[in-house]
């Protein structure tokens, strides 16, 4: 019997790893399992090229969308402390980069808008300050397109990485440098930039944003140092672009996954925190952090929510009693709170920010308001796992490690599965 033109078709389907791949002069979408990758707890953004859903997809442009860039920012100091005033100064900071475009290969491409991710090496001398020293810091980064037009685009990049400082407070030998208590720092990058597509090999930019070295005060003093500085940048495509460089591969959807469903998402986790406070009160603290969150999916990139937090830190005793307060009950020193949620979702990574109030508590030094920054890696179906920063207007507290539980609820329509 003669196959129908439908049968035809089904027939380009090739089986190749296991999963489903299809050619893409065909209509046709279909759907593959879900596997899972185990966390890394430090550089989540080096996970943006793993699978969204797991699902793997062929595509000829793969291969041809790697670029190198070299980027010169000029800029200066902000000294958001007064302490930090003596080392106003400009400077320029150098920057290479080796990114890869992006094609729709996974679901969260398309819902950005087909971002660029890459890997980042930046270089700045801080001015030649001799209490500073020089920066080092490497980073991957995400590049989201915010406005597209023919060659030109403007764009928001975000990058979270590693530096390493030359010079750090030293009570002795670098007493005036109380913005780095540590050679080990975490880098974070963010930037606005205007490209332009020059030709199918060059591409050029110019942008103005945010340098900061933080160690989240693991080791005091810690006050930050922050650059803010314009800069250009010149890219070069190391293999010709393929003539269908404007093609976008349109992942196929789940079964089901089309059909209009409700459901919210309960987070309970965990997480673990150290503090280095030698400097300011002679010895080291650990802080215990229980919090909850509850999300309800506003776009497939967003969620809304709030939270709770009940955090206990140890050095809170030791402020009280050097205030001459005393402390008979340890439990007063813990800070329970309340706060709205937000998660940008890229795949199984969440980024997730939280602004809350504190219900309680003996030391309130702090103030009553707290935010809280945290990258969240789902890395099976009912868990996952975090790092948070909890911040108090903008001043690093403490950098916490954990691991969570993740539920899934669905309410409304009976969902067929």
Same mark, same amino acid.
């Given at each position: 019997m003669?196959a129908?033109k $439908?049968?035809?078709?089904l027939?380009?389907?090739?089986?190749k790893?296991d999963?489903t791949?299809f050619?893409?002069?065909t209509?046709l979408?279909h759907?593959?399992?879900?596997?899972y990758?185990?966390i890394s707890s430090?550089l989540?953004?080096l996970?943006?090229?793993?699978?969204?859903q797991?699902?793997e997809y062929? $595509?000829?442009?793969f291969?041809s969308?790697?670029l190198v860039?070299g980027r010169?920012?000029?800029?200066f100091l902000?000294?958001q $402390?007064i302490?930090l005033?003596g080392?106003?100064?400009?400077f320029?900071v150098?920057e290479?980069?080796?990114q890869?475009?992006?094609?729709?290969?996974?679901?969260w491409?398309r819902?950005f808008s087909?971002?660029?991710?890459?890997l980042?090496?930046?270089?700045?001398?801080l001015g030649?300050?001799p209490?500073?020293?020089?920066?080092?810091?490497?980073?991957p980064f995400i590049n989201?397109?915010?406005?597209r037009?023919k060659?030109?685009?403007?764009?928001?990049?975000?990058?979270l990485?590693?530096?390493?400082l030359?010079k750090?407070f030293?009570?002795?030998?670098?007493y005036?440098?109380?913005?780095?208590?540590s050679?080990i720092d975490a880098?974070?990058n963010?930037?606005?930039?205007t490209?332009?597509?020059?030709s199918n090999?060059?591409t050029v930019?110019l942008?103005?944003?945010?340098q900061?070295?933080s160690n989240?005060?693991l080791?005091?003093?810690?006050?930050?140092l922050n650059?803010?500085?314009?800069?250009?940048s010149v890219?070069y495509?190391?293999?010709r672009?393929?003539?269908?460089?404007?093609d976008?591969f349109i992942?196929p959807t789940e079964?089901?996954s089309?059909?209009?469903? $409700?459901s919210?998402?309960i987070d #309970?986790?965990?997480?673990?925190?150290w503090?280095?406070?030698k400097?300011?009160l002679?010895?080291n603290f !650990?802080?215990?952090?229980?919090y909850?969150?509850t999300?309800?999916p506003?776009k497939?990139?967003?969620?809304?929510g709030?939270?709770?937090?009940?955090?206990? +830190?140890?050095?809170?005793?030791?402020?009280?009693?050097?205030?001459?307060?005393?402390? +008979?009950?340890?439990?007063?020193?813990?800070?329970?709170?309340?706060n709205?949620?937000? !998660?940008?979702l890229?795949?199984k990574?969440?980024?997730i920010?939280?602004?809350?109030?504190?219900?309680g508590?003996?030391?309130?030094?702090?103030?009553?308001?707290y935010e809280?920054?945290s990258?969240?890696?789902?890395?099976?179906k009912y868990f996952f796992?975090?790092? !948070?920063?909890k #911040?108090?207007?903008?001043?690093?507290d403490?950098?916490?490690?954990?691991?969570g539980?993740?539920?899934?609820?669905?309410?409304?329509?009976?969902?067929?599965?």
């Open positions: 003669r129908s $439908h049968d035809e078709i027939l380009t389907m090739q089986k790893n999963l791949i050619d893409l002069r209509p979408t759907s593959v399992k879900s596997g990758l185990i430090f989540f953004f996970f943006l090229s793993s699978p969204a797991s699902q062929e $595509h000829l442009l291969t969308n790697m860039e010169f920012y000029y800029g902000y000294a $402390h302490e005033e080392f106003d100064s400009h320029p150098f290479i980069n080796l890869q475009e992006t094609y729709g290969k996974h679901r491409e819902a087909y971002p660029d991710i890459g980042t090496f930046l270089y700045t001398g030649k300050s209490e500073l020293g020089s920066a080092y810091t490497i980073f989201f397109p915010l406005f037009y060659n030109l685009s403007f764009n928001f990049r975000f990058g990485g590693v530096a390493y030359t750090r030293d009570r002795l030998t670098d005036k440098n109380l913005a780095i208590g050679h880098s974070i963010i930037m606005f930039q490209r332009y597509k020059l090999r060059i930019s942008g103005g944003g945010l900061h070295f989240g005060s080791k005091l003093p810690n006050y930050g650059i803010l500085a314009v800069n250009a890219a495509r190391l293999a672009e393929n003539r269908s460089i404007t976008r992942a079964p089901f089309a059909i209009l469903r $409700h919210f998402d #309970v986790g965990f997480a673990l925190g503090k280095n406070m400097a300011v002679g010895e !650990m802080v215990y952090h229980l909850g969150n999300f309800f506003v497939r990139k967003s969620k809304w709030f939270g709770l937090d009940f955090s206990y +830190d140890e050095s809170h005793i030791k402020i009280l009693e050097n205030e001459g307060a005393v402390v +008979d009950n340890k439990l007063k020193i813990i800070r329970p709170g309340i709205a949620a937000y !998660m940008l890229l795949s990574l969440g980024f920010v939280n602004f809350g109030y504190y219900l508590g003996e030391e309130k030094s702090n103030g009553p308001f809280k920054l990258f969240q890696y789902k890395f099976s796992a975090n790092v !948070m920063l #911040v108090h207007w903008g001043r690093a403490y950098i916490g490690w954990g691991f539980i993740h539920l899934e609820q669905f309410y409304g329509k009976k969902i067929r599965k």
